[in-house]
């Protein structure tokens, strides 16, 4: 193609040098003829072949650009992949390590569940703190509860702590509200538990006062459920707390469990049951307790505590003057009974007077006059 490009180029038509071309005298004119439309064709085939040959050769160049273009774009675009693998890579580790912290806070959530629940609880108890050694205790979520206990999930619940006074003893009841022991779905069971207090060190041991639960009727009928027991002062549940709690002691059959899962029973209003917890520091009768545990609870309990001072006092009145009344009565009637007989007597002596008495009757009554005299004497 370099050879004929440039004798193609010098023009449209070629010149054909005679004496490349020059024929032998032998060939006649008509041979001439057609050797020149030969040679015309074949230049014609090969003008036909240069202009194709030029146009691929043109093609080829936009080819070869094309190809560049094509390996820029790609070395680009391969660049360009290489960016996003790695930021795809990145994107991976990124969820590997979202998904490692995702399961990593699982468990801490639940253990933060637990705290806010355990800090919460302690809010309430220090909000229903009791320093006198009287404890209101309300339950809430009684059916959840019995579920729980059901199923032994929780079988137990513990009230907030309270003391027998700010420098006192430290105390909790436990509750088990399908039973415990010899009492497991037949009653509740209630107890009283020691637990470890700053002043231990300094308290009278072992726990000897008596304690008093109530489970109160919600009706308004004050048909409170009452039961009472004096510690066992052999018993470890009452000396010193060598740990965080002392053994359980109480009443395991405080209230038949059937009567509490009635749907109408007084002590579960609303899904809530109130107990309350007495300790008696000054030897209350059982013949006070339901007036004590009868008092308004919203009354501050030193108040309740004074009321049931004035309360046994006057009860220890109304009995003294009692006793003294019945007393004058048994006097009043031994007099009458001596006075009836001494009238009695003073009757006969008249009728024995009014008749002659014998000699012997005579000195017998000289006799006696003389005794009377005597003891009249003495």
């Not at 490349?20 to 036909?48: R, W």
């Not at 998904?99 to 809010?123: D, F, R, V, W």
Request: proline residues 4%; aromatic residues 8%; contains cysteine.
């Amino acid at each position: 193609m370099r050879l004929i490009q440039p004798h193609l180029n010098s023009g449209s038509q070629i010149t054909i040098n005679s004496e490349l071309f020059e024929l032998p005298s032998l060939l006649t004119n008509t041979d001439s003829t057609v050797l020149t439309t030969a040679i015309n064709d074949g230049y014609a085939q090969l003008q036909q072949c240069y202009e194709a040959l030029t146009t691929l050769t043109r093609g080829i160049q936009t080819l070869s650009d094309d190809s560049v273009r094509l390996s820029v774009e790609s070395l680009r675009h391969q660049n360009l992949l290489q960016v996003c693998q790695s930021e795809v890579n990145q994107v991976k580790q990124s969820i590997v390590e979202q998904n490692s912290y995702i399961a990593g806070i699982a468990p801490n959530e639940a253990i933060l569940q637990q705290e806010l629940s355990s800090i919460t609880q302690k809010a309430e108890d220090l909000q229903s703190i009791a320093y006198d050694g009287i404890l209101t205790w309300k339950i809430s979520n009684i059916n959840e509860k019995m579920a729980d206990a059901e199923s032994e999930r929780q079988t137990s619940i513990y009230s907030p702590p309270f003391y027998s006074s700010p420098t006192g003893y430290r105390m909790r009841i436990r509750l088990y509200l399908r039973g415990d022991g010899n009492a497991r779905r037949t009653h509740i069971s209630l107890f009283f538990l020691l637990m470890r207090g700053p002043y231990d060190a300094i308290l009278k041991w072992p726990f000897n006062f008596k304690v008093t639960f109530c489970l109160y009727d919600q009706s308004g009928q004050q048909q409170h459920i009452i039961d009472s027991f004096r510690p066992d002062v052999k018993s470890t549940s009452f000396h010193r707390p060598r740990s965080e709690m002392n053994i359980a002691s109480g009443i395991p059959k405080f209230f038949p469990l059937p009567l509490i899962l009635q749907n109408d029973n007084v002590y579960v209003k609303d899904d809530t049951m109130f107990i309350k917890c007495l300790v008696d520091f000054g030897d209350i009768s059982k013949m006070l307790l339901p007036y004590a545990l009868s008092l308004n609870p919203a009354l501050p309990h030193h108040i309740q505590r004074h009321m049931i001072q004035v309360e046994a006092e006057g009860r220890s009145r109304q009995q003294a003057t009692t006793e003294n009344n019945q007393l004058l009565t048994n006097n009043n009637t031994g007099t009458e009974f001596m006075n009836s007989n001494q009238t009695g007597n003073l009757s006969q002596a008249n009728s024995i007077l009014t008749t002659e008495p014998s000699s012997s009757s005579k000195k017998k009554m000289k006799n006696d006059s003389n005794i009377e005299e005597k003891k009249d004497d003495t």
